[in-house]
C-alpha cells in the first residue's frame, strides 16, 4: 500500500485546513489508518485513528476540534481540522495497518505503511 498526505500548509489560529491520505496498491476497505504528528525533537504521536469498521479514536488534544473520514470509495482518508492552535503546528503522517483496531493504531511502530509527511503551521 503506498500513501500520499496532502492538505498542509500555513494558517492562522482558529483556522481550519483538511488533510487528505490517497492510498494505492491494497484493498484500502481493510485498512485501518492514522493520522500521527510530530514536532522536531519529540515522539511521534498518534492525532487521529479510524478503522476498517469505522470506529474512530482521537488523542484528547484534537477532541472536539479534528474529524477524521473515510470514503473507500476513492480509497482515501480525510483529516478535517478546525480551530486551529499554535500547538498543532507539526508534520502531519498518515499510515496504514491491515485490519487494524483503534488501540493497536495509537502505537505509531504497529502501524507498517507510511507516507511522507505534509507540514501544518499554524501561526498565532
Known amino acids: 500500500v503506498q500513501l500520499q498526505a496532502s492538505g498542509g500548509g500555513l494558517v492562522q489560529a482558529g483556522d481550519s485546513l483538511r488533510l487528505s491520505c490517497a492510498a494505492s496498491?491494497?484493498?484500502?476497505?481493510?485498512?485501518?489508518v492514522g493520522w500521527f504528528r510530530q514536532v522536531s525533537g519529540k515522539q511521534r504521536e498518534l492525532v487521529a485513528a479510524?478503522?476498517?469498521?469505522?470506529?474512530?479514536t482521537y488523542a484528547d488534544s484534537v477532541k472536539g476540534r479534528f474529524t477524521i473520514s473515510r470514503d473507500n470509495a476513492k480509497n482515501t482518508v480525510y483529516l478535517q481540522m478546525n480551530s486551529l492552535k499554535p500547538e498543532d503546528t507539526a508534520v502531519y503522517y498518515c499510515?496504514?495497518?491491515?485490519?487494524?483496531?483503534?488501540?493497536?493504531?495509537?502505537?505509531?511502530?504497529?502501524?507498517?505503511?507510511w507516507g511522507k509527511g505534509t507540514q501544518v503551521t499554524v501561526s498565532s
Open positions: 499510515a496504514a495497518q491491515f485490519f487494524a483496531t483503534a488501540q493497536a493504531m495509537s502505537v505509531p511502530t504497529n502501524m507498517r505503511y
Open positions: 496498491g491494497g484493498t484500502f476497505s481493510r485498512y485501518g
Open positions: 479510524i478503522t476498517s469498521g469505522g470506529s474512530t
